[in-house]
């Protein structure tokens, strides 16, 4: 483990989860986080020492890019203190389905997986002393992810470690039913600390007003592109009717992982035939998500940089069969025929499996380490517009009304993350929101709005790929004919995961 400077080991033990999957650090394995007040304090203090001691990196791309990240997580934990308040720290912390990729032998995988169900009372215990101020709203958007995080345990588990695990996890249970019914009503960070998070996490300074106001702008540009297209399937109709026309037809539940796969393999060969990445290697394939991952609809764990090659996994959640018949319906229109391709290719290729292919070659750790969570997802968003540029099914009207369709979902992302925690929104007004602005309702609507509670970047989206497509202008200002789509997609992704405050260094290098 003395691979890593100083500063980046400190920055390590303060993300174990997130550089454990997505950066392939596996000397996390079988460990979790001390997130417990002390054991958040300590690692902060290791942190501010390494920094402090540190040498400044050779590269000022690469010492720009781990300040940031250091300010974010002082931001995280020093100033707003996110582990006591939102229990999404702890649920990825004893969250077991990393180990499920084949990134290693089963033997070492299972060996690990043990050991890290053995360490649940203890993460336990620090998360039931952190989390002194959940509010209900995130208590009851979270009550179920959190319940299914024992679904994740092996059946042929040590039933000593299981049953020690399983008590543990009943008081965690307990502690978030009691947020649930008796935590604050108000769900808001604030003003200040919302633009804190997202100046900290992003080395930029953020006015979350003028980011609402790019957020209306840019939800106006799509609903113009969605009238045009729909109007391509019916001009007689509004779009909103044919929308939701198109959103009815869908696999059933058992056929959504099929038509995932089938999409996998489209934008695949679409993104190398046009050769809009880098790097076109590498196996992706589809699985229904694991319990505990079943907050998002769909999402990636990719082969990560940090360790030996293996398939990485696009993770679909299908609708509970338990719901009712309508419920199910609801949810599987977000795995549309029009929308499951988009979902793909932002999932896939040229979007975060496409991304991870290059992470892996990047020539630094700290390009491999540290990923913008603004620039990962807002790349993914970017790429779904892309392939509309590019011609991706370009004789069936349906791709391109998918991706204004799914662009409105991230921009009304953007819209309610801003207005839950900086205007007064509330979880009933947000899913109205998405009602009126987007093509999802019912428990589809009501999830994301829940989202906004959780996750309050969760804008990240949009604000990345408006980020991306002002640096493409810029790009193609300043290189004039020598500027290529692959020249300046490279020349970003040799960044890694650059914040967006850093995104300038595309061009100065590319």
């Given at each position: ?420 925690h900086s205007a007064g929104m509330t979880v009933e007004d947000a899913a109205r929101r998405f009602e009126a602005d987007t093509h999802i309702s019912g428990p589809a609507a009501l999830s994301e709005a829940r989202r906004a509670t959780f996750d309050p970047s969760y804008g990240r989206y949009t604000w990345g790929k408006l980020e991306i497509m ?41």
């Amino acid at each position: 483990m003395s691979d890593l400077t100083p500063s980046l080991r400190a920055y390590c033990d303060l993300q174990v989860p997130e550089v454990r999957e997505y950066s392939g650090r596996h000397e996390y394995d079988g460990k979790v986080q001390d997130l417990s007040p002390a054991g958040v304090q300590s690692g902060l203090a290791a942190l501010a020492a390494a920094a402090a001691a540190d040498e400044p990196l050779a590269d000022r791309h690469d010492e720009a890019q781990l300040a940031a990240f250091i300010r974010r997580t002082e931001v995280e934990y020093r100033e707003l203190e996110l582990h006591r308040s939102n229990p999404l720290y702890h649920l990825m912390n004893l969250d077991l389905s990393s180990y499920d990729r084949e990134y290693a032998p089963a033997a070492e995988r299972d060996a690990a997986r043990t050991a890290h169900l053995a360490a649940w009372p203890d993460a336990i215990d620090g998360a039931v002393l952190a989390l002194d101020r959940i509010n209900a709203p995130v208590a009851q958007a979270l009550s179920s992810p959190i319940a299914g995080l024992p679904a994740g345990i092996p059946a042929d588990a040590d039933e000593d470690v299981r049953s020690r695990a399983i008590a543990a996890h009943a008081r965690l249970i307990d502690l978030v039913k009691r947020a649930a019914a008796t935590g604050d009503p108000d769900p808001a960070l604030g003003t200040a600390a919302l633009s804190l998070l997202l100046s900290g996490s992003e080395a930029m300074a953020v006015d979350v007003g003028r980011l609402a106001e790019r957020a209306d702008a840019e939800r106006d540009r799509l609903l113009a592109r969605l009238a045009d297209s729909c109007a391509a399937i019916d001009a007689s109709r509004g779009p909103r009717e044919v929308a939701r026309d198109l959103v009815r037809q869908h696999p059933d539940a058992d056929g959504v992982i099929a038509a995932a796969r089938a999409w996998t393999e489209r934008a695949i060969g679409f993104t190398r035939d046009h050769d809009l990445v880098p790097y076109h290697d590498g196996e992706c394939l589809v699985a229904p998500a694991p319990e505990s991952r079943r907050f998002a609809m769909a999402m990636i764990s990719p082969a990560a940089p940090g360790e030996a090659d293996a398939p990485s996994l696009y993770y679909i959640t299908p609708p509970d069969p338990s719901w009712p018949h309508d419920q199910q319906e609801e949810w599987l229109e977000v795995f549309s025929d029009t929308t499951l391709p988009v979902i793909t290719v932002h999932e896939v290729a040229p979007g975060h499996f496409s991304h991870a292919r290059a992470i892996r070659r990047a020539g630094t750790d700290v390009r491999r380490l540290l990923h913008s969570n603004a620039f990962v997802e807002g790349w993914a968003h970017y790429a779904e517009e892309l392939c509309v540029e590019e011609g991706f099914l370009d004789s069936d009207p349906r791709f391109a009304i998918g991706v204004w369709l799914e662009a409105l979902i991230r921009v009304t992302r953007l819209a309610c993350s801003i207005g839950v925690h900086s205007a007064g929104m509330t979880v009933e007004d947000a899913a109205r929101r998405f009602e009126a602005d987007t093509h999802i309702s019912g428990p589809a609507a009501l999830s994301e709005a829940r989202r906004a509670t959780f996750d309050p970047s969760y804008g990240r989206y949009t604000w990345g790929k408006l980020e991306i497509m002002a640096l493409r202008d810029k790009a193609r200002r300043e290189w004039g004919a020598a500027f290529t789509l692959r020249r300046f997609h490279a020349a970003m992704l040799s960044l890694g995961s650059p914040a967006l405050g850093l995104l300038g260094g595309a061009i100065e290098r590319g």
